[in-house]
């Protein structure tokens, strides 16, 4: 019984199916409680968890179940989407910032764990929503203008913007679907210039069919 009991203790059972990642310790080594060597990390790869920094402005934005979107280096043509699962409850007390767990599925094995991307918590959709380049967008006197192409004409109108994602702005007040902006060049027009608009050739993205 007692060589039986030694026996069964040669073989350490995993808690989870998974690979190992990782083998600390040689065969043939002294393993006990007293060492507190870890002898092998086990991973499990086809449900994996990503943590988004969230700053601390945008907290209160954040709930469990949002979707969320990473892009990854070693994926670049591809979007990893996943959903909120736990939310710390306090941040960081170096970058103010708070972590969201996102978990992944991962069925198809296309991920590692310890791949770097980022993240983006979606936390509203604005369907059918007028975008326009930030640099489009002039700021005067507190207020925000673009100039639209009425013909051969420029117009200078105000405009409310609403989301701003840094190289891009939504427009919900000023502007309509379909309208011409002009782009480059603003400083130099007033309310009313004359213009000869080009317009530069739509690119497909990365990646699309031809």
């Not at 604005?126 to 380049?133: E, K, L, T």
């Amino acid at each position: 019984a007692a060589l039986a009991t030694r026996l069964g203790e040669t073989k350490i059972t995993s808690p989870m199916d998974g690979f190992v990642t990782a083998r600390k310790l040689d065969p043939g080594a002294l393993v006990g409680t007293s060492t507190g060597a870890t002898i092998v990390t086990v991973a499990r790869i086809d449900l994996l968890k990503a943590f988004v920094s969230v700053t601390e402005r945008d907290v209160s934005l954040v709930k469990l179940g949002q979707k969320a979107v990473l892009s990854l280096d070693a994926l670049p043509s591809r979007k990893v989407e996943g959903s909120v699962v736990r939310i710390a409850p306090s941040l960081d007390p170096g970058t103010r910032t708070l972590d969201a767990e996102v978990r992944l599925d991962n069925r198809e094995g296309l991920l590692r764990p310890g791949m770097f991307g980022r993240g983006a918590i979606v936390i509203d959709t604005h369907p059918n929503a007028v975008v326009v380049p930030a640099s489009a967008v002039l700021v005067s006197s507190g207020k925000r203008w673009v100039f639209v192409v009425d013909g051969d004409v420029a117009r200078r109108r105000e405009v409310t913007v609403g989301v701003d994602e840094g190289d891009s702005l939504e427009l919900v007040k000023g502007v309509v679907a379909g309208e011409s902006i002009v782009t480059q060049g603003m400083d130099n027009l007033s309310d009313g210039t004359a213009v000869r608009p080009t317009r530069a050739p739509v690119v497909p993205p990365s990646g699309a069919a031809k």
